[in-house]
């Protein structure tokens, strides 16, 4: 087994110091990693049982903070809209016009909400996104059916007449 490469000079005291500021709890133990192998000079098969880590993880860690130094603790956050075309202030002003439209009784189409978001997008969207854009809005209408698409009115008339009484 190679000797592993000395991590940067200072990093004792930086560490120790990052370890103080840290935030939160991921953040508390990518720090303590590296502090751990700093001060004890343990291998990531013994830091990895300490923190309870994959040993591929501990070794990563090092590894990042050997070639980049301090700037592998500032983590963006994960998740989020990385893919949106617009904010969802945006969307709530494209909406607006529609929904003042259907308090006041009318009905709104969704191909009309496409065509106006196409235009504001500058390009073509599946009507998938129309649809996940409502309902990400809390855009629900229910509207009841009239009648069933397979009712036969003349068969129901029949009924009528010939509903025995009990």
């Not at 903070?65 to 956050?77: L, M, Q, V």
């Not at 990400?136 to 003349?154: E, L, N, Y």
């Not at 068969?155 to 009528?160: G, M």
Request: aromatic residues 6%; hydrophobic residues 35%; glycine residues 4%.
């Amino acid at each position: 087994m190679r000797k592993p490469l000395p991590l940067p000079e200072g990093s004792e005291v930086l560490l120790k110091e990052r370890l103080k500021q840290a935030k939160t709890k991921s953040e508390y133990q990518r720090v303590l990693c590296l502090l751990l192998r700093a001060t004890t000079q343990l291998n990531p098969d013994k830091i990895s049982e300490m923190l309870d880590w994959n040993v591929g993880t501990v070794r990563r860690i090092q590894s990042e903070f050997i070639r980049k130094g301090d700037s592998i603790f500032s983590i963006a956050e994960r998740g989020g809209r990385h893919n949106q075309h617009l904010t969802i202030e945006e969307e709530d002003r494209l909406l607006a016009p529609f929904m003042e439209a259907a308090r006041a009784g009318g009905v709104i189409v969704a191909t009309d909400i496409k065509k106006q978001y196409e235009e504001v997008v500058g390009r073509k969207v599946p009507k998938s996104t129309i649809y996940r854009l409502l309902a990400r809005h809390d855009w629900r209408q229910i509207v009841p059916r009239p009648r069933h698409p397979k009712a036969d009115p003349v068969a129901q008339e029949a009924f009528k007449k010939t509903l025995l009484k009990w």
